[in-house]
């Protein structure tokens, strides 16, 4: 399960609903707590990714840690393991890189050694923080958006070494370019160390799953039915992946094609670690089959996976306290839960 939107992306939680926002020390101490890890528990997930936006725990001036917000990280990770549940501790955005900002511009963390620097030093600190216990993962970087695969390839040993050094024993987790993307693996090389976990992410197509969501482009402002025949249409900026075409659980697969030919050529373990439909785009029927499809798909495979997202952020299981899915039928209940879809969870 991720627990996005608390340690990270606060910025998109804020724009929903200004007025009400009770600023990022407000946020931090009241968006999740032990009652949410003991329901993610009960439900019967075994791990919680948490991403982590850097300028939250480091002064974006000088990278000195932000002791008042770390504490409260501790904390949260304190939380988390204590329950028994595995942490993968996600970097979602770092010095020079923001995942969305890739769909949009080259972003500098990939050309600029200087940028890369300043992220080796906000992990040196993460790394020894945390890297010690052996129920924690640490996820180098969230969807890597390089302009090409070999520069990604270089970058990712470059920061995963760094790492390493400063966390010796920790499992590693590294995800493939372009969004994490599954056809990226064609590419991909792995990391030469025999601790790590290699990342995908699952949206595809995202003329369905992100149809009708505001910050997508205006070629996604389309209702889609899944199963689906989309229209092949290039984005205004020409960055986001065209996945056009008939897409059924035969085209899923498919697609995972490459992710398995590098877990069997490598003999490496791989976790689907994002995945999800906005909540305000396609019919629930849609939705609910996407998703039987492929957590399906991924039960077969034998891959592992983690839900987007626990609370909000357009994909949540729960949705409190953000007026844009106030009156959606799935929520309407006093948790504020959607039970179809944590049942549909728990069955796979």
Request: charged residues 25%; hydrophobic residues 40%; proline residues 5%.
């Amino acid at each position: 399960m991720n627990f996005g939107g608390w340690f990270s992306q606060v910025d998109a939680i804020e724009e929903k609903d200004p007025q009400t926002f009770p600023g990022l020390a407000g946020h931090l101490d009241s968006f999740l707590g032990p009652e949410d890890f003991d329901r993610v528990k009960a439900w019967g997930f075994n791990h919680i990714r948490l991403p982590v936006d850097w300028f939250h725990v480091f002064d974006e001036a000088t990278l000195k840690p932000r002791e008042d917000i770390l504490r409260r990280l501790d904390k949260a990770i304190a939380g988390i393991r204590e329950r028994g549940l595995t942490l993968l501790f996600d970097l979602h955005r770092c010095p020079g890189h923001d995942f969305h900002q890739g769909t949009k511009q080259v972003q500098a963390f990939f050309f600029d050694p200087e940028v890369r620097g300043q992220c080796k030093q906000v992990w040196s600190h993460l790394a020894e923080r945390y890297g010690n216990d052996s129920g924690v993962v640490l996820e180098i970087l969230n969807e890597p958006v390089a302009p090409e695969n070999a520069i990604w390839n270089a970058v990712k040993d470059e920061i995963a070494a760094h790492i390493r050094h400063h966390a010796p024993k920790a499992t590693l987790a590294i995800g493939s370019n372009r969004w994490s993307n599954p056809q990226e693996f064609r590419d991909l090389t792995p990391f030469d160390d025999d601790n790590v976990l290699y990342v995908v992410h699952y949206y595809s197509s995202i003329f369905f799953t992100h149809q009708m969501a505001s910050w997508m482009p205006q070629v996604y402002q389309q209702r889609q039915t899944y199963p689906g025949d989309y229209q092949a249409v290039q984005d205004e900026h020409g960055h986001l992946p065209v996945e056009a075409g008939k897409w059924d659980a035969a085209r899923m697969e498919r697609q995972l094609e490459p992710v398995i030919r590098f877990r069997e050529k490598h003999g490496v373990p791989v976790i689907c670690n994002e995945f999800g439909v906005y909540v305000g785009g396609a019919d629930r029927a849609s939705q609910l089959r996407w998703l039987d499809d492929l957590l399906t798909l991924l039960g077969k495979s034998g891959i592992g996976w983690s839900y987007w997202n626990y609370k909000n952020l357009d994909f949540g299981l729960l949705s409190r306290g953000e007026s844009l899915f106030a009156d959606y039928p799935q929520y309407q209940n006093p948790e504020r839960i959607d039970q179809g879809l944590v049942e549909l969870l728990r069955l796979h």
